[in-house]
């Protein structure tokens, strides 16, 4: 099976102190450590492991420039097989929408039977892959959180719903899923694998390249724009009960009924 699956470097929140920057417009990118969309690891692992399963290939791709190839590069260690970057100053500034059309164009120059994608960037929204799915006419699910490959071009999966939930569906490939979190657990890639692939050429492709219109994507084409950046207000602190068991259980009380939740 020939897997894509769409990855992206995001600044890393678990190692970055974010701040905004001094015109308030964005945030201060100069000192920022970055690493791939820790969705879009998961995403790459499952496609990994249905290869190991059933055979095939597995690619990566990313749009942005030179500097996310360390993304690519990080999950080819991890057993992907190629690794593509699409980079044009075109593309500066492009909405989900303006990704997902330069994306399409990518897939069609291929033969993917599965598209996957994280369910969400940490520095932005969920919207790829459902615009992806609708660009190419392919049947999507979202918050995919099991895969399972069956006889006639089918897969069963399930997704995350309410209350904890899952729902079980079946679905034609070729396809397009968004995975969620917790589908399995993403192998550890060290610095020998990394410095392995270190040296490999990594395809690089321009929005003109692909037969994109320069037009429909950028920041002149975004429908969705930034406008603001700011830090919300600080809320009031935790009130912390003092007392014994018995003390502090009928204060709690008295601030819920006092509140609205209790009658």
Request: aromatic share 4%; charged share 25%.
């Amino acid at each position: 099976m020939e897997i894509l699956v769409c990855v992206r470097r995001v600044p890393d929140t678990a190692e970055n102190e974010i701040r905004l920057n001094s015109a308030g417009n964005d945030i201060e990118r100069g000192d920022l450590v970055y690493s791939v969309n820790e969705w879009d690891n998961y995403a790459v692992e499952e496609a990994l492991q249905i290869v190991a399963r059933i055979g095939g290939k597995v690619t990566v791709v990313t749009v942005g420039g030179e500097e996310d190839e360390e993304v690519l590069r990080r999950e080819m260690a991890m057993g992907a097989n190629q690794g593509v970057l699409i980079a044009d100053e075109a593309l500066n500034g492009s909405d989900g929408k303006g990704i997902a059309t330069v994306l399409r164009a990518f897939v069609q120059q291929g033969h993917y039977e599965l598209i996957l994608t994280g369910v969400q960037a940490e520095d932005g929204g969920a919207q790829v892959g459902g615009m992806l799915a609708a660009t190419l006419d392919y049947p999507f699910a979202s918050l995919v959180n099991s895969i399972e490959v069956l006889p006639g071009g089918k897969l069963k999966i399930s997704r995350e719903i309410a209350g904890g939930n899952k729902e079980m569906n079946e679905i034609d490939l070729p396809c397009v899923l968004s995975i969620q979190t917790g589908i399995n657990e993403p192998r550890y890639v060290g610095m020998r694998g990394i410095r392995q692939v270190a040296g490999l050429e990594i395809p690089t492709f321009t929005a003109s390249a692909l037969g994109v219109d320069v037009g429909t994507v950028g920041v002149a084409a975004a429908r969705v724009k930034r406008t603001d950046y700011f830090v919300p207000a600080l809320g009031k602190g935790a009130e912390m009960l003092q007392g014994s068991s018995e003390e502090i259980i009928e204060k709690l009380v008295a601030l819920m009924k006092a509140k609205g939740g209790l009658n």
